[in-house]
């Protein structure tokens, strides 16, 4: 399945099968990319994955090279890119060079960055090997590096050449990380499609076993709807920031707890839970249909509650986060309804620590 994302003169489409890593060389022929590529991994991604990327795309006519980089968020710094860059220098690397991003959020950041700024900008293609990334990080262009003080601190909004989905790899990646990603898809049917968040309830055991029908359907969706939002708001100025549902908190609870406790997505799944009860509470929201989010969340093996962490605390991280929209206001994105969200930026700090103090264990 294709889908096209529509940016004008950057426009692109994302590929979405499974078995389509065997394909590769075809779509980037296809994508119009030249020869001249160079794979940027792991060692342990690339232990499951460089070889068959890199024999098929020399058997379709691709000059194509490896430099792999440690595992790790760590790694995901300017120290990184530096290196990077010193490498394409030492490959000959050149303005029509494609950077191919084999790996989750982290390599498609970096990989991305390298590419928006070595020789003022040069193409690159994600493929996305976590689920994280395949339905949110590797569309829609942000990329960008922490600063030992900041994550994601330092970056540039840079549109891939194409996006290559293969549901298969994610057989490798552990349960914990499948997990950690189905709650960006829930939040998709949270923010903009009910029907969405209907067939999640119907078919997470499905999901859950990895089944190709359910996987590219998921996958699908979500992109379409990250594709539409980034397509109204490329450079994040407003409606982009649906996407943010459950991570005022989510982003609160992984700094309070040194990102060391919980994934990302378990993160945002306690903080889209703990939205909507605050919606809820706000009469914005049905009561009765708190218990359907919370459900599949659960469903899913993501938790809706945290233990060791103060509301105040992690409503004074919530004011320091880098998205406030000024220094007394924290803006949050609410539910309406199941499928729809609005950003509210007045609400009393008070019912947030109400909130959180019902979500602590
Ligand atoms: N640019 C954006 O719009 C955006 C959006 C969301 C998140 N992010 C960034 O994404 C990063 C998190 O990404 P992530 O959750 O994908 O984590 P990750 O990239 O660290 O991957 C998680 C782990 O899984 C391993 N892995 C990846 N694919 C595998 C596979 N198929 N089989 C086995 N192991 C595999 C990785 O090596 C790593 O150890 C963060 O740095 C975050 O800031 C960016
Ligand atoms: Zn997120």
Redesign the pocket.
């Known amino acids: 399945m294709n889908i096209k994302v529509n940016l004008d003169e950057r426009s692109y489409t994302i590929y979405i099968d499974a078995g389509l890593l065997k394909n590769v060389g075809n779509i980037l022929t296809e994508a119009g990319i030249g020869q001249n590529v160079v794979v940027i991994t ?1 060692p ?2 690339g232990y ?2 460089t070889d068959i990327l890199v024999t098929q795309l020399k058997e379709t006519g691709f000059e194509a090279r490896v430099i792999e980089i440690p ?3 760590e790694y ?1 710094n300017l120290k990184t890119i530096a290196y990077l860059y010193d490498k394409l220098v030492e490959m000959h690397a050149h303005r029509k060079t494609t950077l191919i991003a084999l ?7 970096i990989v ?1 960055f390298v590419a928006a700024t070595f020789m003022r900008g040069i193409p690159f293609v994600q493929i ?3 689920l ?2 395949q339905v ?2 590797s569309v ?1 262009g ?3 590096v ?1 600063l030992t003080t900041a ?2 601190m330092v970056g540039s909004f840079w549109q891939p050449q194409a996006v290559i989905i293969d549901p298969d ?2 057989k ?3 349960l914990r ?1 499948i997990k ?2 189905l709650a960006e898809v829930i939040k998709y049917g949270m923010i903009k499609d009910a029907s969405f968040f209907e067939y999640l309830e119907k078919n997470i055991q499905q999901i859950e076993r990895l089944e190709t029908s359910a996987m590219v359907h998921i996958i699908a969706s979500s992109c379409k709807i990250k594709a539409e939002v980034v397509e109204a708001d490329e450079l994040e100025m407003d409606l982009r920031a649906i996407l943010n549902f459950g991570h005022t908190i989510g982003h609160a609870i992984e700094s309070q707890t040194s990102y060391q406790i919980f ?2 997505g378990e993160a945002i799944s306690i903080g889209m839970s703990a939205a909507t009860k605050i919606a809820a509470r706000l009469g914005m929201f049905p009561a009765k249909d708190v218990p359907r989010l919370t459900t599949l969340l659960q469903m899913a093996g993501l938790p809706i509650r945290f233990k060791d962490l103060s509301p105040n605390d992690l409503l004074q991280a919530m004011s320091l986060d880098k998205k406030r929209v000024s220094s007394q206001q924290i803006r949050f994105i609410l539910p309406k309804k199941i499928g729809c969200v609005m950003m509210v930026e007045d609400l009393s700090p008070q019912i947030i620590i109400d909130v959180l103090k019902e979500q602590k264990e």
């Open positions: 792991n342990k991604i499951f994955y595992d790790g968020e995901k790996g989750g959020g982290v390599i498609g950041d991305g996305p090997t976590t994280l990334a949110d990080s829609g942000k990329t960008g922490n994550k994601n790899v994610l490798t990646l552990s990380e950690s990603g994934r990302h």
